[in-house]
């Protein structure tokens, strides 16, 4: 007998990431991802499956255990193992599975990769950087009580706080002699490196300009490994963000994954000898996508013995797996449908692996072969689920008056009849968007779904998948452009009996919380508003977020003294006055993307105006606590959404909803 998926469903999940392929492709290392209800945590430990056929087993027991990387000959793996705030590096033999520690690793250190003779890892770490004002304090500099001093704006990061004059720089662990030796130097961070084929340099991305801090420029750099005092040296245009690279078989280019200021990212070739610079995805249309928390993708890597490139791209919402030759030509499509959503990859010789997700699963280790292109599915952590009915999203379009098709999902029974309430769901980003696989986030859907509701999400313009001119199409006009793409569906909807105009919802989170800020201080339709992580003066944003620079000169314009009244016309607090709209506002305390001050204030306007509003605030949690938060604070989240819509939109009999909830769980999840 099947069943309806459930919040509490989220306790149950186990999802393989990072996956690494051996070298002979017959064996997949990966992290498995699961929560804990007991200590409120989430618990990563390393699993090894060795083909498609065989049943997955448990390598580790650490449960902080990540970055998962076979040596060139496959007989050793490396791993990392975080502990009391130190990071740790081991080393297990695959012949036997010992297990050694290497040594404690700088903070905040990335995935280490190996030299092509196995001698060596390299890895981005942080390191205290240049003295700024007071004297620097290297011992320490990472401590929570040393003093923050900074002439700049890059000194603060979402989920890791103030940084202070911390950079990461490069870095280069010997095997033999255990030394950890420091590679570069800089006031600037540098990202992941890759090693040259014959392992005598590394590629990475960091933006050492003098006018960095303003011109937020990330370009792709090379640097000698065994010459004293090496300095880096630039490849490309100085103008590039690159956010991910790799080497050509022969040494001779890099490839590179690079945006300039304002549109989609390029898969580029970018020739050592400075030969033109190559754009190889370009005729896709579409935003290449290296990879990144709520972003998913992967960078791109080597194929057909060098011949061909793997990346990833943004296409509908979803994320799919393509090829191309590295000289040019006609990209070819390797891994793409309808809902499929490509995370993370690691190619060995004709196979390719990644983690796939689908509209029935939150994503397992699956193969592709690059001769045939035939898949195998190589893990099945998901069968738990396997007597779970999930709601399908249902794609349809909108028309709006403008002419723009706006595309969008309706998650409702399809069992049900006659107009229902209806929650708008809209999602971050702006540059984001929905798709129809799993979601392990927002199981919300699922839950209102069950209860007789209808769940409206949205790709509006200035989403990601639909081409450069839709994905640019709200630059400079946030809540203005898109506006009536949101209300124009919900005006379709109930001309078609499908919602009642009575009992409509919104929610958003991020941009998407901003936005349902600027639609209830802009119209009075909706009976519940539930605002997570949101932006209500885009002018106090600009200077307060980690990324608020970035946002005012890529997104908004300019800066906002150079035109106050654009930002007065985007800002939600400009007409908080018209605000009717019962608002759940949900927000992590320690969120400095878009910081907390953005939710207090917009809470304190709505209750000096009378508005009903409540307050949430989740201790520690960062931008992204609905994602990788505790576990108690996602479910928190999800069960509160589902409560305040049901209390305030579902009609003349409205009363609070409190749903079950497990004891094992935190505490005072419905307090």
Known sequence: MTRRLRIDDL????????PALSPDGQRVAYVLRTLDAVTDSTERNIWLVENAGSSARQLTFGNADSSPAWSPDGAQLSFLHESEGHVHLFIMTSEDEQVESLGTLP???GKPTWSPDGSKLAFAAF?????????????????????????GRDYQSDGLGLLGTMKRQLHVFELATGKCIQLT???WHARDPEWSPDGRHLAFAAGPAADNDASLTAPAHIIAVDVPDAMPTLVGPADQVVSAVEWSADGGALFVVSSRPVGHAALVRLPLDGSPATNLAGSL????MAGAPAYPGAPPQLSDSGKGLLFCVRDRGCTHLYEVDIDGGEPRPVLQGDGLVVSELCVAGNTAVTVLKTPTSFGEIVSVDLTDGTTRVWTHHGS?????DFFPRLERGFTISDGTVVPGWLIRDPDSAGPQPLLLDIHGGPHNAWNSAAD???????ELAARGWSV?????RGSDGYGEQFYKAALGRWGIADAPDFLEPLDQLVAEGVADPDRLAVTGYSYGGYMTCYLTSRDQRFAADVAGGVVSDLRSFAGTSDSGQFLSDRELGGPAWADPLGYEAMSPLSMVEHVTTPTLILHGADDVRCPVGQATQWHAALCELGVVSRLVLYPGGSHLFTDVGQPSHRIDFNRRIVEWVEEHANGVDSVPVRLPSRPAVGVGLNG
């Open 185 to 187: 130097h800089g006031d």
């Open 285 to 288: 249309d579409r935003n290449v």
């Open 127 to 151: 390191v205290p950087g240049l003295a700024t004002g007071d004297e620097a304090a290297p011992a320490g500099a990472h401590r929570a009580d040393v003093p923050v001093v900074t002439d």
């Open 107 to 109: 903070m905040g250190v």
């Open 11 to 18: 306790l149950d999940l186990a999802v393989p990431e990072q």
């Open 384 to 388: 738990n689920f396997a007597d779970t």
């Open 456 to 460: 409206l999400l949205l790709n509006v």
């Open 440 to 446: 392990e986030v927002n199981l919300y859907h699922q």
